[in-house]
């Protein structure tokens, strides 16, 4: 189901399959099994936190910004989940994980990885990570957030979650331990 526009409906469940991504309801299906409440917006397709203003109208907050990175020889890839108003400054990262030359990622490994595609990023993306080859990174602000918003692995939906469910039950469930950082990137000009 592709739509155009912003629906400002505030769902609280998951949509019927008409038209969905599998990897789309495969996302409801994990976040069911492990008792995960979530509020859903549907909206056009979305590439970038600057297109989400209409959408973080009706969640009521900001959309998180997700990253998906690789070190300078591609052995290791990570996963940066921060405020979308701030700045990625690439030093201040590499500096607090101790790798050099970050780069972002390219699309064939994020689509091997996290089974999304450019645009579509997300820490829900990590259930589809099952040899553990992303390195989740967490800004600070966003882990101490009463909830994240992010994409179910698909750009044309949008959850509200609280990020203790995604802390304790979603990340053990995929066996991913989120490494928290402490971003000092400035925010992006209005």
């Known amino acids: 189901m592709m739509i155009n526009y912003?629906?400002?409906?505030?769902?609280?469940?998951r949509p019927s399959g008409d038209g969905r991504l599998k990897k789309e309801m495969e996302t409801y299906d994990i976040l069911e099994k492990l008792d995960i409440p979530f509020q859903?917006?549907?909206?056009?397709?979305?590439?970038?936190?600057?297109?989400?203003?209409?959408?973080?109208?009706?969640?009521?907050?900001?959309?998180?910004?997700?990253?998906f990175l690789r070190n300078g020889s591609k052995t290791?890839?990570?996963?940066?989940?921060?405020?979308?108003?701030?700045?990625?400054?690439?030093?201040?990262?590499?500096?607090?994980?101790?790798?050099?030359?970050?780069?972002?990622?390219e699309a064939d490994y994020m689509e091997e990885f996290l089974n999304v595609t450019?645009?579509?990023a997300s820490i829900l993306g990590l259930m589809y990570d099952k040899v553990h080859k992303i390195n989740l990174l967490v800004d600070r602000e966003i882990a101490e957030s009463e909830y994240i918003c992010c994409h179910p692995c698909i750009n044309t939906s949008t959850l509200k979650i609280k990020t203790a469910d995604i802390l304790e039950k979603f990340l053990p469930y995929t066996g991913h331990?989120?490494?928290?950082?402490?971003?000092f990137g400035a925010p992006n000009p209005v």
């Open 6 to 13: 912003v629906d400002k409906t505030l769902y609280k469940t």
């Open 40 to 67: 859903r917006v549907d909206h056009y397709p979305v590439a970038t936190t600057e297109d989400c203003a209409e959408i973080e109208a009706v969640l009521g907050m900001e959309i998180c910004k997700n990253l």
């Open 76 to 105: 290791e890839f990570f996963l940066l989940v921060l405020p979308g108003g701030k700045k990625f400054v690439t030093r201040d990262v590499s500096r607090q994980i101790g790798s050099s030359r970050l780069s972002f990622g």
């Open 118 to 120: 450019p645009g579509s």
């Open 177 to 183: 331990k989120p490494t928290i950082l402490e971003i």
